[in-house]
């Protein structure tokens, strides 16, 4: 093509909707006009078509005056802009409006006189909204010194009589166009777009949106090479930004990308406008009227050569989805074929279909508003094998919504449709059926409309953000909560470099304040920031609301570092919003036996994980290798493990001969005890440990059955201070020193151990024992040091050497790590890559 070849821009009903706006458009067109042949095409100011539509009906109902109160809005929209932007000519303009506005005030009269507004009708009434924006355009950039002509797309544009969707002739078209621009001289055309003719001079339209359509016939027939479609976005996005914050302007697309986006129905594209433009070899940007040195997106045949261009990710709301089975199926039936035709005939726009490979069932997705008139149409077609009962009545699910990811790329990579679903799987999106198409293209599911945004915010991720972003809600910033704070700030930059993981913390509460930011907290000074909080509501009330922020955002988890023990509900709430737990807090799960079950279970129906690997042993991997031995099928025979780092290291300090009262002492003073020693020497919490990993033996079990030895009594009197406690404890020293001797003249040490025998159950002795015990040298657990603790599993598999975990098991730190690794890990399943 030559550089004399023509641009055609094409300007929105926004563009020119507004003065600002408007304004900025005629210097655009200006700027553009001198730097070769340009051809204009516009659409109705702002909303006009709506009102003309409404016009047209209020007429239809007989009610004229209310009709014309339309018109009189419209016509005031028009002076008003071309007030703005031409004062001088203020007068002129509007007369000029009013005389453009009188037939259509004659063709609304006779509609409210005959109560009738045939299609034919309704397309000359609907062309005035398109009439007067091109005229005012014209004269206004005549008058800001850019030569410009209206021309008429009804002497231009042929079409069938298809009124309200008209059909185009382009050979005729083209002619038409061609003779015209050869008297255009040096003047800018503006032609409306949307409206066009029949052959006869009857006026039609092209569908709504049909300017763009204008445009793309009006370059091909003008022989022009590029199409700049000017919009009040700043192009196409990888999503829909009203769901997706992230979503940004896709650069670079092919016609092919362009047609599939358009097929799926991306609002800014429709098919019948990427047609001509393929078929001669068009680009199209779109591009932002208020931004006009932004680069839009470009579409053309070549698309991005970039291997790491984005995936668009287009939805479709307000769509029903149709099921039909078949019981008995015979060779004649032909299924897919009669159904879409009877749609066909009954003008449902079917946008997606999906067929078992056998034939048996058939999936149709179709817009909300024609579902009735599309069941009418099926039953009909198949009333024979309806009452005979070959196929089953018809299924309907409304509203769903159909998404679809299109990349020129996905043919050649792998597994894309396997991370697409399981990206929607991980975050409890039920897909209800779904199509591929052969040119590898694009993939397409349909989803319940209630999980749109969560489905395309993750979908999007998945495939677009270099980074997986993780969103932790932070419970609880003591000891544990703390530390994990400071590894998430040590850590956070090597995730994301190393791992590709952003972890983000938008959320943290203690038991009297909350903060949240859904765009992230700063990690630095966040536990300050926290107890300035003011207007802290308190405790776990506030949070559910949060919990929805939460759950818009990409992986989701709610990170429990406190010992609270009504947190069980929390945690379903957010289970039931997709969002996953990761606690450090045992409480959960040593409730009964069946309010445990049921939080499992509520974590497992939503698809979300819950993690706890730092309630036993802390961060040593005890209740992973459990898991993977029983998913495996070995069988468990005993558990035995040392399980408190406190008690232990008291233990170690006994057989150095230390007297229990300074051991409980130092141990307290090291920070290995809870605040209070008696928690850890009565036992309470190496019980509860127990019972945990009984329980995910599948052992039924309760504390209550629990056989608990202390390690310490309880002494008298539960209400004396700690420090008193500490004083008194004194009177054991010899009583324990000489369990220490009596042991050591066995050639035993004596440990403070949990045992968990299945093979117990359903007998008298039970099946969970915690208690001081004499280790012979050589098992597990007699060369223990300092707080280290241990569980070992024997088993079929491991029956002659037990297969032992063993390590530090207590601290803010270490625990603190085996939380984050519980995050990876949840991040690292839904990565997928
Ligand atoms: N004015 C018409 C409509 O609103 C055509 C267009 O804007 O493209 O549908
Ligand atoms: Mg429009």
């Not at 730097?35 to 016009?55: F, I, N, R």
């Not at 040091?785 to 050497?801: A, I, L």
Request: hydrophobic share 45%; proline share 5%; net charge neutral.
């Amino acid at each position: 093509m030559s550089s004399n070849s023509f641009r055609v821009m094409k300007f929105g009903g926004s563009s020119v909707g507004s003065p600002r706006r408007l304004r900025q458009v005629i210097e655009l067109i200006g700027k553009h006009a001198r730097t070769g042949p340009l051809a204009v095409v516009v659409s109705a100011q702002g909303d006009t078509t709506d009102w003309l539509l409404e016009a047209a009906e209020l007429a239809t109902k007989g009610d004229l005056e209310g009709s014309l109160t339309v018109v009189a809005r419209i016509a005031h929209l028009a002076k008003t802009n071309a007030a703005a932007l031409h004062p001088a000519q203020a007068t002129t303009l509007a007369a000029r409006v009013d005389q453009l506005l009188a037939p259509l005030q004659q063709l609304l009269q006779g509609i409210s006189l005959t109560r009738e507004c045939s299609p034919a009708s309704k397309d000359k009434v609907l062309a005035f909204g398109e009439l007067v924006s091109a005229t005012l355009l014209a004269e206004l950039l005549n008058a800001a010194g850019t030569e410009s002509c209206f021309r008429d797309a009804r002497l231009l544009l042929v079409t069938d009589d298809t009124f309200g969707t008209a059909r185009v002739d382009v050979a005729r078209t083209r002619t038409q166009l061609q003779a015209s621009a050869a008297g255009w001289g040096t003047s800018v055309p503006v032609i409306p777009g949307f409206i066009a003719s029949t052959v006869d001079g009857r006026t039609t339209t092209l569908g709504r949106n049909g300017s763009d359509y204008t445009a793309a016939l009006v370059a091909q027939g003008l022989g022009a090479t590029e199409v700049t479609v000017w919009t009040d976005v700043l192009g196409l996005h990888t999503a829909d930004p009203d769901l997706v914050s992230d979503a940004y302007p896709v650069p670079h697309l092919t016609h092919a990308e362009g047609l599939e986006l358009a097929a799926v129905g991306v609002r800014m594209l429709h098919p019948r406008t990427m047609i001509p433009l393929i078929e001669s070899g068009i680009s199209l940007r779109i591009r932002n009227t208020m931004h006009p040195d932004h680069p839009g997106t470009l579409i053309d045949a070549i698309g991005s050569r970039d291997g790491n261009r984005p995936t668009c990710i287009a939805t479709r709301e307000d769509l029903a989805l149709l099921g039909i089975e078949v019981r008995k199926l015979s060779d004649q039936f032909q299924l897919g074929e009669r159904v879409l035709s009877a749609l066909r005939a009954a003008r449902v726009t079917v946008w997606m279909t999906a067929q078992s490979a056998n034939g048996q069932s058939i999936a149709l997705v179709v817009p909300l508003p024609d579902v009735q008139r599309a069941r009418t149409a099926l039953e009909a077609e198949l009333a024979q094998e309806l009452s005979r009962r070959e196929v089953e009545p018809l299924g309907v699910r409304q509203p769903v919504t159909l998404l679809t990811l299109v990349a020129e790329a996905m043919g050649h990579g792998v597994n894309v449709a396997g991370r697409f679903f399981s990206a929607l799987g991980a975050v409890g999106v039920n897909v209800r059926a779904s199509a591929q198409g052969a040119s590898s293209r694009s993939i397409s599911c349909v989803v319940d409309a209630a999980d749109t945004s969560i489905a395309v915010r993750t979908t999007h991720a998945a495939f677009n953000l270099a980074h997986q972003q993780v969103n932790l809600f932070l419970l609880g910033k003591g000891t544990v909560g703390g530390q994990l704070l400071a590894q998430l700030r040590a850590q956070q930059d090597l995730l994301r470099e190393r791992h590709g993981i952003a972890l983000r913390v938008v959320g943290i509460a203690d038991s009297r304040h909350t903060l949240f930011d859904a765009s992230g907290l700063a990690l630095e000074g966040l536990e300050e920031q926290l107890a300035r909080v003011v207007r802290g509501e308190p405790g776990t009330q506030a949070l559910p609301p949060l919990l929805d922020e939460l759950r818009r955002l990409p992986v989701p988890i709610l990170v429990d570092c406190t010992a609270d023990g009504g947190v069980a509900s929390l945690y379903t709430e957010a289970f039931r919003r997709g969002i996953h737990v990761v606690a450090a807090n045992k409480k959960p799960l040593a409730l009964p036996w069946n309010e445990r079950e049921a939080l499992i279970a509520e974590a497992r129906r939503h698809h979300v994980g819950y993690h706890y690997e730092t309630t036993v042993a802390s961060s040593l991997p005890v209740i992973d290798t459990l898991a993977n031995l029983v998913r495996t099928g070995d069988t468990v025979r005993l558990i035995t493990a040392s399980l408190s780092g406190s008690v232990g290291f008291i233990c170690n300090e006994l057989l150095a001969g230390v007297p229990l009262s300074t051991a409980v002492r130092s141990a307290r003073d090291k920070g290995f005890t809870e605040p209070d020693p008696r928690e850890d020497l009565s036992g309470a919490d190496v019980a509860r440990k127990a019972l945990i990993l009984a329980r995910e033996l599948g052992l039924s079990l309760s504390l209550s059955d629990v056989a608990l030895e202390p390690f310490v009594p309880t002494l008298a009197d539960a209400n004396e201070s700690p420090d008193s406690f500490l004083r008194s404890l004194r009177s054991l020293d010899a009583e324990y020193a000489q369990k220490v001797e009596r042991c050591r003249q066995s050639g035993t040490v004596l440990r403070y151990l949990a045992r968990i025998d299945p093979t117990r159950l359903g007998t008298d002795s039970p099946v969970i024992r915690v208690g001081i015990a004499a280790v012979e040298p050589g098992q597990p657990g007699a060369d223990l040091r300092g707080t280290e603790s241990f569980v070992s599993f024997t088993t079929t598999r491991h029956s002659e050497f037990p297969l032992t975990v063993r390590g530090a098991g207590a601290g803010g730190a270490v625990t603190a790590s085996g939380v984050l690794a519980d995050i990876l890990r949840i991040s690292q399943t839904l990565r997928g890559r």
